[in-house]
Nanobody, 125 residues
Framework: QEQLVESGGGSVQDGGSLRLSCAAS????????MGWFRQAPGKERELVAL???????AYADSVKGRFTISTDSAKRTLYLQMNSLKPEDTAMYYC???????????????????WGQGTQVTVSS
């Protein structure tokens, strides 16, 4: 069973930076896409960024130019570098993986089949 464990959340001021990490573990862990989602209180979970196994990335319009998704060379750790953070970025951030073959980019929550427990990001003004 694949496991995803996030870390790196915390509290920062408006304009600050954080780097989230998501470590993947499991005896046969492979993935086709990985993504970062976030959920603010009272709102639906939304996709922030995704990365394909071949490296193609995509971002939500709200974070383009501020956030960067990447993996380590072994593709077992997922990162989200978040710069110029805003109070509206405050949310629980989750990493997710698509471990079954898919032929289109998975933008929807339901298309991911492995999830971490989340890490809280709070940005104060």
């Amino acid at each position: 069973q694949e496991q995803l464990v996030e870390s790196g959340g915390g509290s920062v001021q408006d304009g600050g930076s954080l780097r989230l990490s998501c470590a993947a573990s499991g005896p046969t862990y492979t993935w086709y896409y990985m993504g970062w989602f976030r959920q603010a209180p009272g709102k639906e979970r939304e996709l922030v960024a995704l990365i394909a196994g071949l490296g193609t990335v995509a971002y939500a319009d709200s974070v383009k130019g501020r956030f960067t998704i990447s993996t380590d060379s072994a593709k077992r750790t997922l990162y989200l570098q978040m710069n110029s953070l805003k109070p509206e970025d405050t949310a629980m951030y989750y990493c997710a993986a698509r471990t079954r073959v898919i032929y289109t980019r998975p933008f929807r929550e339901a298309e991911y089949d492995a999830w971490g427990q989340g890490t809280q990001v709070t940005v104060s003004s």
